[in-house]
C-alpha cells in the first residue's frame, strides 16, 4: 500500500511540474495555454535527442534551455500581439500552436514510439517498506519539491516576485507605478515554458514519447489548475498530489472507473468550492 501511494506522489510530482507551467503563465497572462502540452512534448524530443548525443543531465539543461527560448519568443511573437484581442482567440492560436508543433515532431522524430533510459546514477532501486523501488521515482519526487520550494521563495521573497504578483492583480496600476510587465511576462512565459520543458524530460524515462504524448497528461494538469485554484500555486501542488494518488489508486482498484475519477472530482470541487481549493489567487 505505501508503495502504491508513493507512485501517487512521483505522478503528482510529475502533474506539478507541468502545470505549474500553466498556473504561471495564466496568472499573469490570463492566458488558457492549450499548447503548453506540446511544449511538454517538444522538452522531451529534445532532451531525448540531447542525451542520445551526450547523456541525460545535458539533455535535460539543453531541454530547459531551448524551450525557455521557446517561450520568450512565444510571448514576444504571439501572445503580446494577442493581448488586446479576446480571450478566446489566444485560445484557439494556442490550440492550433499545439497541433503545428505535434506535426513538427511527427515530421522530425517520426510515429514511432521512443523510449530514454534514466542516467546510471538513478537506474537502480533502493529497498523501502520492504519492497523494492526506483530510485528515478525518488528523484522525480525531489525535483517536484525542489520546483515547488524554489517558486514559493522566489515570489514571496525577491522583488521579481513581488512585481508579478503584483501585475497579476493589477497588471495596468503595476505598469503605471513604473514597473515593466512586458519584461515580466517575457520572464514570466520563457519560465513556465522552460518548466514545461523540465517537466517532459524527467517524465520521458517514465513514459513512451510520441507527437501526442503531450495531449493526455495536459488534460490532467488542467484539472489540476481548477481545482487547485486557477493562478494558484499551494492549490496546484495540492491538487496534483491528490489527483496523482486518485489517478494511481484508481488504476489499481478501480481500473474501470480510473479515467473518470479525476474528472469527478473536478465536478464535485467545482460544485462545493467554484473558485478550487486556494481561490483565484494566492
Not at 27 to 37: D, M, Q, T, Y
Not at 62 to 76: K, N, P, R, Y
Not at 186 to 211: E, I, K, R, Y
Amino acid at each position: 500500500m505505501m508503495i502504491q501511494l508513493l507512485n501517487g506522489v512521483v505522478y503528482g510530482g510529475l502533474l506539478y511540474l507541468l502545470s505549474v507551467g500553466l498556473v504561471l503563465i495564466f496568472g499573469l497572462r490570463e492566458i488558457v495555454n492549450f499548447a503548453h502540452g506540446a511544449l511538454f512534448m517538444l522538452g522531451s524530443y529534445i532532451g531525448f535527442s540531447i542525451a542520445a548525443a551526450f547523456d541525460f543531465w545535458l539533455g535535460l539543461a539543453g531541454a530547459c534551455l531551448a524551450m525557455t527560448l521557446v517561450g520568450i519568443a512565444l510571448d514576444a511573437g504571439v501572445l503580446r500581439p494577442l493581448r488586446k484581442h479576446d480571450h478566446m482567440v489566444t485560445v484557439l492560436v494556442t490550440f492550433g500552436i499545439l497541433l503545428v508543433l505535434e506535426s513538427v515532431a511527427t515530421a522530425i522524430w517520426g510515429k514511432a514510439y521512443r523510449s530514454m533510459q534514466p542516467p546510471e546514477l538513478l537506474s537502480g532501486t533502493v529497498e523501502l517498506f520492504g519492497q523494492p523501488f526506483p530510485v528515478y521515482r525518488l528523484f522525480v519526487i525531489g525535483v517536484s519539491l525542489c520546483v515547488a520550494g524554489g517558486l514559493t521563495a522566489w515570489l514571496r521573497y525577491s522583488r521579481t516576485g513581488l512585481y508579478i504578483r503584483a501585475s497579476s492583480t493589477d497588471p495596468r496600476t503595476t505598469a503605471i507605478l513604473g514597473v515593466d510587465t512586458d519584461r515580466l511576462s517575457l520572464l514570466v512565459v520563457g519560465l513556465g515554458t522552460g518548466l514545461a520543458g523540465l517537466s517532459g524530460v524527467v517524465a520521458a524515462p517514465l513514459m513512451a514519447l510520441s507527437p501526442t504524448m503531450g495531449s493526455f497528461i495536459l488534460i490532467e494538469s488542467f484539472i489540476v489548475v481548477v481545482v487547485g485554484g486557477l493562478g494558484s500555486f499551494s492549490g496546484a501542488f495540492a491538487a496534483a498530489l491528490l489527483i496523482g494518488q486518485i489517478h494511481n489508486l484508481g488504476a489499481v482498484y478501480l481500473p474501470w472507473a480510473s479515467t473518470m475519477l479525476p474528472f469527478l472530482l473536478m465536478i464535485g470541487v467545482l460544485i462545493w468550492r467554484p473558485t478550487g481549493f486556494a481561490g483565484k489567487r494566492t
